[in-house]
């Protein structure tokens, strides 16, 4: 048997951001996966949000996905476009990228960073005890370990058997997802329940679309195209070659629980929806940002155990909210007159300023606020990328998180802010900044003389260099003070 402290099951986006934040906190992880490689032609996602990128670039790496995508306004709710070029970030906009793509890239990065991929095989089970778990494997092998992540997606065989409850809604729709190559050139667009459009490979032809029934038992056929497309447009368009296929529903559910004692789950096991607003890969993507670090300072024993139930408590209301929302979404793009009278009434809506903010900053990832108690406005939310001067030069705040480490940053008199008792766990940068601190949404926020930033972007604390909340923030977050 071999040992590992944490083995995270599936290496999709999900799985290979968790394995990226181990790595980077110097933690022993291994990727399970049973594909052999990622499959660039199965185009599942197609894009990244605004958060998700400003996550790679706090890690260094987003110029890669800039390089491989298109830069565009992906934002939508329920089809109507939510333009965020006004947005206060490096990265107003979103980025059209394919998923095997996506997965290509950070399997790469992952790679790179040393961790180790067991691929062409899957976890089968577990049993796990007061000091770990050991994980069966289908080749008949297995790993102990300290942590078993779940990240295999909706089916998750790691949260079946941990016996985690999977709440939610049955499917009432259902959607064919196809590339396929055609004798004549359809009008691209969106169409009630549905849309045809280019796709990103020479002149294919992508097309979701909506399906008479819901129950299938396998992935769509040439057949089965042709049909939708005629139900939709009254021609076929001649389509006559499929490259790829899938099919996708309305089925809602979420685990009740991320975690039960040595398991935790994260992305498409932890909650499944439709795809509309594409927003199911950038969740699981913040999903490990948010647990890898926390994750990486049980194993080390920086913190406690109970730091962990930070990330159920913090993430099962973004994943939540996504349900919520992708449920709106469905109804809103369900064909009929009623539904397109809706639509208009949305519309309009979101023509107005503050109706618009709200809902692209939930759809970009740019809103969100974990419920961290009272204090300053900047507390639980994402930290700006200020543009700083220090005493080494100019740098911005991402940049000082490439390494996955909690910052303090010090605005105000030098050698004002004491972290000694924490110096081998957090860095302290002073410097200056000038211009307004302003966040989506809420817009400007009064700037505080220094700040907590955690692994993940988000503000821990913020205030004065003398508030007696630093050293316990400094604790709750990231452990008790060295002894002296």
């Not at 990128?53 to 934002?75: K, N, P, S």
């Not at 370990?145 to 790691?158: I, P």
Request: proline share 6%; charged share 25%.
């Amino acid at each position: 048997m071999t040992n590992h402290s944490v083995v995270i099951a599936g290496g999709g986006p999900t799985g290979l951001m968790l394995a990226a934040e181990l790595a980077l906190a110097h933690v022993d992880v291994v990727v399970v996966e049973r594909r052999a490689t990622p499959d660039p032609d199965r185009a599942r996602a197609g894009g990244l949000h605004a958060r998700t990128i400003e996550v790679l670039d706090q890690r260094g790496v987003a110029d890669r996905f800039l390089a491989e995508g298109t830069v565009m306004q992906i934002q939508a709710f329920g089809r109507i476009p939510l333009d965020i070029s006004d947005f206060p970030s490096r990265h107003n906009h979103g980025l059209a990228i394919p998923q095997g793509e996506t997965e290509r890239l950070l399997a790469t990065w992952v790679e790179e960073l040393g961790v180790p991929a067991m691929r062409e095989r899957g976890v089968t089970g577990f049993t796990q005890d007061g000091t770990g778990v050991d994980v069966a494997l289908s080749d008949g092998t297995s790993i102990r370990a300290d942590y078993l992540v779940g990240c295999d997606g909706g089916r998750s065989v790691v949260r079946k058997a941990a016996g985690i409850e999977f709440a939610g809604w049955e499917p009432s729709t259902s959607w064919l997802n196809a590339e396929v190559e055609m004798a004549e050139k359809p009008e691209f667009g969106l169409r009630p329940g549905g849309g045809i459009g280019p796709a990103e490979r020479g002149d294919r032809i992508r097309v979701v679309l909506t399906e008479r029934e819901v129950e299938h038992s396998g992935e769509p056929t040439l057949e089965d195209v042709r049909e939708a497309l005629i139900a939709t447009d009254g021609t076929d368009y001649g389509v006559h070659t499929l490259i790829w296929s899938s099919r996708f529903t309305d089925n809602t559910r979420q685990a009740v629980a991320y975690r039960r004692g040595c398991i935790l789950l994260a992305g498409d096991a932890a909650h499944v929806h439709p795809p509309l607003g594409g927003q199911g890969l950038n969740t699981g993507v913040q999903d490990a940002v948010n647990l890898g670090w926390k994750l990486a300072q049980v194993v080390k024993r920086t913190s406690p155990e109970s730091l962990l139930d930070t990330y159920h408590d913090e993430r099962h209301p973004v994943g939540a909210r996504v349900l919520r929302t992708t449920m709106a979404q469905v109804a809103l793009t369900t064909p009929g007159e009623r539904h397109q009278a809706l639509r208009e009434v949305l519309a309009d809506l979101l023509s107005m300023d503050e109706p618009h903010k709200h809902l692209a900053g939930l759809i970009s990832g740019l809103d969100i606020h974990y419920d961290l108690g009272e204090g300053h406005p900047l507390l639980g939310r994402r930290m700006p990328d200020l543009d700083l001067q220090t005493a080494g030069g100019p740098t911005r705040v991402f940049a000082l998180l490439h390494d996955a480490r909690p910052v303090v940053l010090n605005l105000g008199e030098p050698g004002g802010v004491d972290i000694a008792d924490w110096a081998d766990r957090v860095r302290l940068v002073e410097g200056t900044h000038d211009g307004v601190w302003e966040l989506p949404v809420i817009g400007a926020v009064s700037a505080p003389e220094a700040v907590l930033v955690r692994p993940d972007g988000y503000v821990a604390w913020a205030g004065d260099a003398a508030d007696p909340q630093l050293p316990r923030a400094l604790a709750t977050w990231f452990g008790a003070a060295a002894p002296a």
